[in-house]
């Protein structure tokens, strides 16, 4: 009796150390699925990762293209300014040579009225002569 009791224990025993280890095997395969499901994961968050850096890049680079597209629009404005400016100097400066004209052509006009007939006489003279003339006005 003490044969089969021991017998019996033995059972027992390999009866729960078998149970056990069924109980093992499915936390191991349970524990498998969910470090499959991690890598699955990772291998997804590498693929978002590449497509994120690469969408930040592309940021980027029309970050930096607005930032010289907004250079050269405050270069051209500048330009434009420079160029109004140049336009005023230039329509002023015309303004003045108009009116500096103008006021030649007065002086002149009323210097022309203000001569008196005058006759004159045409002189031929040789070539390489020295000659001097005087020349009396009358009014």
Known sequence: EAAIQRKTAKEVTKKAKTKELKALT????????????????????????????????????????????????KLQKKLTEELLKMKKLKSDFDKECVKAVKTQKEKHISKVLSIKTVSYTHLTLPTKAQVQISVVAVS
Do not use: G, P, S
């Open 26 to 73: 499915q936390k191991i395969n349970m524990a498998k699925a969910k470090l499959d499901k991690l890598i699955k994961k990772e291998v997804d968050i590498k693929k978002k990762l590449k497509v994120y850096t690469a969408r930040i890049a592309k940021i980027k680079t029309v970050l930096k293209e607005n930032k010289e597209k907004k250079e050269c629009l």
